[in-house]
């Protein structure tokens, strides 16, 4: 079993739709919470952070997490040509000490037209 | 822009060789993260270090060391390069706190291709 698991997809929706993007992970220490988008040929950059369970708003952006269901997700209201990315899901498990990020394989989302 | 910067962008090496990858911190972090992203798959930790010292590593073989200077710094050495080392090596950078969320900045990262 992967410790972080995304849906590769692609997952495609229109312009002005929500996106919905799904996270699981395995390890219950699990503390802190990221979403990171990356364009092609581009490094991480850092959308959201989460760490307790709920929502958490940041614009068009609302990461919702559970800890009991050790599932997170992002939510992109609105979304536009430019939100085309893959979107990674991060977990880390021990924050404040050897703090290792451990990723899913990423979920590519198409906005269309 | 996260502040984190890395050099060389792009660098193209042979099997056996050597190489060495150098990140800058973002202002006011004292850890600095390596990891490695092969295409399609999401980065993996290599190690993090922090106050000069290597605090945890991943599933990376010694061949993989690194080093961190009092302005914090980094350096990341491969040895004898394989094939499979080809990938984005990412730098990130944080401030590491004890029982404090370790937010890490990427930089844009080196694309390491060997042949």
């Known amino acids: 079993q992967k410790e972080v698991e995304q849906n590769s997809g692609p997952l495609s929706v229109p312009e002005g739709a929500i996106a919905s993007l799904n996270c699981t992970y395995s390890d219950r220490g699990s503390q802190s919470f990221f979403w990171y988008r990356q364009y092609s040929g581009k490094s991480p950059e850092l959308i959201m952070s989460i760490y307790s369970n709920g929502d958490k708003e940041d614009g068009r952006f609302t990461a919702q997490l559970n800890k009991a269901s050790q599932y997170v997700s992002l939510l992109i209201r609105d979304s536009q040509p430019s939100d085309s990315a893959t979107y990674l899901c991060a977990v880390n498990a021990s924050p404040g000490t050897a703090s290792k990020l451990t990723f899913g394989t990423g979920t590519r989302l198409q906005v269309t037209l | 822009e996260t502040g984190v910067t890395q050099s060389p962008t792009h660098l193209i090496k042979t099997r056996g060789q050597q190489v060495t990858l150098r990140c800058s911190s973002q202002s006011g972090h004292n850890t600095v993260s390596w990891y490695q992203q092969a295409l399609g798959q999401g980065p993996q930790f290599i190690f993090q270090?922090?106050?000069?010292?290597?605090?945890g590593r991943g599933n990376f073989p010694p061949r993989f060391s690194g080093l961190q200077f009092p302005n914090y710094s980094s350096e990341l050495n491969v040895n004898a390069l394989e094939l499979d080392d080809s990938a984005l090596y990412l730098c990130?950078?944080?401030?590491?706190?004890?029982?404090?969320?370790?937010?890490?900045?990427f930089g844009p990262g080196t694309r390491l291709t060997v042949l």
């Open positions: 990130a950078s944080s401030r590491l706190r004890a029982k404090s969320p370790d937010t890490q900045y």
């Open positions: 270090y922090y106050r000069e010292e290597e605090n």
